[in-house]
């Protein structure tokens, strides 16, 4: 007979995004037939899609969420990672390469887990080596998170009145990295 | 140890300019209209950059650098500027840009690509978008 | 392990208002939104019906299950806008068929409260293998490929409506068996339930090749406000290459639905017998 096996409890608590185990449901029929009650209601992941255009080319972005609006930096800040994937071979004119792909999704995965609905959109930059830089300059600060290409991700961070500047790799410190952008507003 | 590509030139004055063009996409306006330069465009470890003095020796003007290259602008820095960062300035005369010269030097720490922006002056400001 | 035992649960009037049987494979890259136009031809006589809505996700069970994760951006450059996903429905709206380029899917609805239900094997299973053999010989016939199925998905809805054996939302006892409200208080009886349950389906060597999720939650019927609790079971898993996990999933949805819900509620839903045989 056939057994229930290891029952996994869980809760599904709002502002958490979960695995693609939760997936929407199906049912497209009779799911309009109802609404749920309770004052506490489960967040239903949705896909979403946005079309941007760079240089006569389409691309999609597409992601989950709760359905909720999207902040003000968020078409900024796609539209310049798009920009980067369409600049042409030599495009600074001095020999630079295309963009890296890969280097944008890195690049666009970890702003997007960083950023506060209120967070100032960062300029995207190209490097010529192929790479990116997001950067702010507000407040009497620079803050430049650097992607070089096939090398380790870096931010630096200078206080232009005082002159106190400060480098540290990215990943080991995304509380600092938090703080200077919350700083930014 | 081999020698690195690039070696100082002592004969190029503190006081030479060098041009960078700077390409559209490094430019950010803000809402007044001014043009202000990202760092992103001074990090190139072999800096590619045209000195003033040879191009004047030969009868150009600045814009000459930007010549046939629609929408970019124009900035300089001095030799000195470069050289207070650590970097070599050096001549790399190429057939067809007799004015080409080289800043050489570690630029993607220590913030060196924004202090080579910070020094930079605009020669040609480009058009607003 | 008994998978595809005839001995299922077998009630008369189950509480099951929708079910969806789901097979995704592998992104048809020649499947374009116009050729999707084409394929309705071969199902408008009966699903006259179409409406378009952007693709669903792709969803795969893993094991282990990673850690979670915030779901990234995702950018794709598309020299055309992406392949939609096209619904197409029956006149009575109650069947449809949902088609996109990695993802052919099934709906079937019960109409109205006193109307039977399409029974599995002998409705719901061969009218989905029909038409996806329609779509599998249109696929083949303009050379779009064939599809390599990764994951196959089988959903019940059940709407418990309140009045057929319990009426308050805090009478879960009469409903359910897994639940039991604490004597005392506090925190006393439970006001109502919400739930999220998940279960491994394991294959015929032990090795997980699925999982049952259990979703309850309180609700209203939108036409009366009428309470009820909604019990969605999906089953979602692969084995082999074909939609073998179809009936897998279907058992486990079946037994899991008898074991978890109380013998009260399945005399007002006309088991037939108690000895689990028959066909839901």
């Given amino acids: 007979m056939p057994n229930p096996g290891t029952a996994e409890l869980t809760l599904q608590e709002r502002g958490i995004l979960a695995t693609s185990a939760y997936a929407a449901y199906l049912d497209d029929f009779s799911s309009a037939d109802r609404v749920p009650v309770s004052a506490f209601q489960q967040p239903v992941l949705v896909t979403r899609n946005r079309q941007y255009y760079s240089r006569g080319q389409t691309y999609t972005i597409t992601w989950q969420d709760f359905g909720q609006p999207l902040p003000a930096w968020f ?14 071979p030599n495009w600074d004119s001095y020999g630079a390469v295309v963009i890296d792909p890969k280097v944008v999704q890195d690049a666009m995965s970890f702003i997007h887990g960083l950023l506060g609905p209120t967070s100032p959109a960062p300029r995207v930059v190209p490097l010529s080596d192929g790479g990116l830089q997001l950067e702010w300059h507000r407040n009497g600060i620079d803050l430049e998170i650097v992607y070089d290409r096939d090398e380790a991700p870096h931010f630096y961070y200078r206080k232009r009145l005082s002159g106190e500047e400060s480098e540290h790799p990215l990943h080991e410190n995304s509380p600092l990295l938090k703080s200077i952008i919350s700083s930014l507003n | 140890m081999s020698a690195p590509p690039f070696q100082n030139d002592p004969s190029i004055p503190g006081d030479e300019r060098l041009f960078r063009r700077i390409a ?103 058009a607003p978008a | 392990m008994l998978h595809g035992s005839k001995d299922l649960p077998n009630f008369d009037a189950p509480p099951v208002v929708e079910t969806v049987l789901s097979v995704q494979f592998e992104p048809l890259p020649l499947l374009q939104t116009a050729h999707l136009g084409i394929l309705w031809n071969e199902y408008r006589s009966s699903f006259p019906k179409t409406e378009e809505r952007p693709p669903l996700d792709p969803v795969i069970e893993q094991f282990p299950e990673p850690q979670r994760v915030r779901m990234g951006l995702k950018l794709q450059a598309f020299e055309n806008p992406p392949v939609p996903r096209l619904w197409f429905a029956n006149l009575q709206g109650n069947e449809m068929i949902q088609v996109q380029n990695d993802r052919f899917i099934k709906n079937w609805r019960k109409e109205g ?37 990764n994951q196959c998905e089988v959903t019940y809805v059940n709407h418990i409506l309140a009045g057929e054996g319990w009426e308050h939302f805090s009478e879960l006892e009469k409903i359910f068996t897994f639940w039991r409200s604490p004597d005392l208080t506090p925190p006393g009886r439970a006001e109502d339930l919400r739930l999220h349950a998940r279960f491994v389906i394991p294959g015929e060597a032990g090795e997980p090749i699925g999982r049952l999720h259990v979703d309850l939650q309180p609700a209203v019927r939108i036409t009366d406000n009428h309470p009820m609790y909604v019990l969605h079971l999906t089953a979602r898993g692969q084995v082999g290459d074909s939609v073998d996990f179809f009936d897998i999933g279907r058992e486990w949805i079946v037994r899991t639905f008898k074991r978890l819900t109380s013998s009260s509620m399945h005399t007002n839903w006309r088991i037939k017998n108690d000895a689990e045989s028959g066909n839901r």
Avoid at chain 2, 58 to 74: F, H, K, M, T, V
């Fill in chain 3, 113 to 149: 409260d006193g109307e039977q239900y399409p029974r599995y094997e002998k409705t719901i299973r061969p009218k989905f293998d029909r038409d996806y053999r329609i779509f599998l010989a249109f696929l083949e016939m303009n050379q779009l490929g064939t599809p390599r199925v």
């Fill in chain 1, 75 to 88: 078409d900024p800040l796609i539209q310049g990672f798009v920009d980067l994937l369409t600049l042409p």
């Fill in chain 2, 24 to 126: 559209r996409t490094w430019i950010n306006w803000d809402e007044q209209g001014t043009p202000s330069i990202s760092s992103a465009a001074f990090r190139d470890p072999e800096l590619s950059v045209y000195l003033e003095s040879v191009m004047a020796r030969d009868g150009r003007e600045p814009e000459d650098a930007i010549a046939g290259y629609s929408g970019y602008g124009l900035a300089a820095i001095t030799a000195a500027h470069a050289r207070s960062l650590n970097q070599a300035v050096a001549r790399d005369p190429l057939p067809d840009e007799p004015a080409h010269g080289v800043v050489y030097g570690q630029k993607k720490r220590g913030g060196i690509g924004s202090k080579l922006r910070d020094g930079a002056i605009w020669v040609k400001t480009p």
